[in-house]
């Protein structure tokens, strides 16, 4: 008798996997649980380790070591037919010489579904991805966006409790993706199923997910809500990979106490390093703030305009500190780019909160050669 499985016991456990090509550690002793019906973004740079984990999971490439449990159900020897998922890939992978409604319905013709109960299949998944009408088109007479839809109905068509994205929406272009990422969103909301989908687009990421697992050479680097991994990232890595940040060299003064280039900063989460200490200080850029700054605030900060970067709704500054010449970059909105008259060569004050000054133990060079790898 199987032991019903409790509303918040994983639906996915992943635990201790490694694995290897040669000499090369693709996977390093990874885990993680995936809560029923979650979104999970895999999210990192080429490389990283996201696609063989995904695959690990299909059974598509097994794992040297560890387990992988999939409702109660250890499978990590499991053949992918075995493992109840549906899939999409990059390259959408649909038969050219088959139409839409029969690449749709080609798993349960496989599974010898009586043909009527194939049909009412296909057609019900195919108004759900908003593709009613175009079941005997072929998929070369469709766009890409259509395509990635029909690929996700195929995925679908078995009514699996997983469905695995491989970066699904990469081969599109900017508006497409944009439309498909939330009609993706919106029906993984509708059906409840629990999806994992890999992508190196942080802002993805950020607008899918319920959490985000950010990977760099084989392992975890930090796991947590898109709010999370934004606001509050673990590592100098986390921190440079989403988002946008400011970094430079800094000494820990005391506890909370930063100097930066002879300039005396406050903080409110040291990382507990012992002061003396080495330090990296990330700053977002949208958190420097310019309007009603008066010397003699915290961490307020004489600057320079030393080049701005046009982009639409907000302009992107690079400043530069009087003292120390210290570089970071701060964003403008169109309204305070006119009020306060903002043009190159004018000297600002500004402030660096301290709740917004990030330290990391991990030297500007160490993150230097992590973008490079």
Known sequence: ??????????FLRIEDVTKRFGHFTALDRISLQVSPGEFVCFLGPSGCGKTTLLRAIAGLDLQD???????????????PAARDFGIVFQSYALFP???????????????????????ARVAELLDLVGLPEQGTKYPVQLSGGQQQR????RALATSPRLLLLDEPLSALDARVRLRLREQIRALQRRLGVTTIMVTHDQEEALTMADRIVVMNQGVIEQVGSPTEIYARPATAFVADFVGKMSFFEGRLSGPGRLSVAGIELGCLDDRGLATGSSVTVGLRPEEVRVRGVEAGQPNAVAVRVADLEYLGA?????????????PILADFSANLM??????????????LPPA?????????DALSDEEAA
């Open 1 to 10: 008798m199987t032991t019903p499985r409790k509303a918040d016991q994983a």
């Open 150 to 153: 029909v690929a996700l109905a």
């Open 356 to 364: 917004s000054l990030h330290v990391f133990a991990t030297p500007i």
């Open 338 to 351: 006119r009020d306060m008259e903002v043009a190159l060569g004018k000297e600002l004050l500004v402030a």
């Open 314 to 326: 907000f302009c992107r500054a690079r400043l530069l500190t009087r003292e120390g010449n210290v």
């Open 65 to 79: 070591d560890g387990r992988i449990v999939m409702d109660g159900r250890d499978v990590s020897r499991a053949p």
């Open 97 to 119: 010489n088959l139409t839409v409604a029969a690449n749709v319905g080609y798993g349960l013709v496989n599974r010898r579904w009586p043909r009527r109960k194939v049909e």
